[in-house]
């Protein structure tokens, strides 16, 4: 059984990028590209790691990635965060997500944090 992880990324080409560079690792991926979709996305795909931007348009994903860190429902849920801001700010960010990864993303980063959190549950 592959693996299951969401994508939530509001830019559509960088969400096309995020599903073909997961699919080529043979993980089962659904991407979304509306933060309002979060909720049902979750609860029907039943994924095993979440992937999502921090700046979603009107929605801040450190705010999602909290949210659902203090939920019972999904509080074991790995989540990484993508962002464009450089690496000196990343680590300025307060939030519960497991990993914080910048743009543009670097494959072998994304792909170990991945692989990582799915088969380790380590945290980065």
């Given at each position: 059984?592959?693996e299951k992880i969401l994508v939530l990324e509001?830019?559509?080409?960088?969400?096309?990028?995020?599903?073909?560079?997961?699919?080529?690792?043979?993980?089962?991926?659904?991407?979304?590209?509306?933060?309002?979709?979060?909720?049902k996305s979750l609860n029907?795909?039943?994924?095993?790691?979440?992937?999502?931007?921090?700046?979603?348009?009107?929605?801040?994903?450190?705010?999602?990635?909290?949210?659902?860190?203090?939920?019972?429902?999904?509080?074991?849920?790995?989540?990484?965060?993508?962002?464009?801001?450089?690496?000196?700010?990343?680590?300025?960010?307060?939030?519960?997500?497991?990993?914080?990864?910048?743009?543009?993303?670097?494959?072998?980063?994304?792909?170990?944090?991945?692989?990582?959190?799915?088969?380790?549950?380590?945290?980065?």
């Open positions: 059984m592959l509001d830019d559509r080409s960088n969400l096309e990028i995020l599903k073909i560079m997961f699919e080529s690792e043979n993980y089962e991926v659904m991407g979304i590209a509306d933060a309002a979709l979060l909720q029907d795909f039943r994924p095993d790691l979440l992937v999502m931007d921090i700046d979603l348009g009107d929605t801040d994903g450190r705010r999602l990635a909290n949210d659902l860190k203090t939920s019972i429902a999904y509080n074991s849920l790995p989540i990484v965060l993508v962002t464009a801001l450089g690496y000196g700010e990343i680590a300025k960010i307060e939030c519960d997500a497991d990993a914080i990864l910048a743009k543009p993303l670097d494959v072998d980063s994304m792909v170990l944090a991945v692989h990582t959190l799915l088969y380790n549950n380590v945290l980065i």
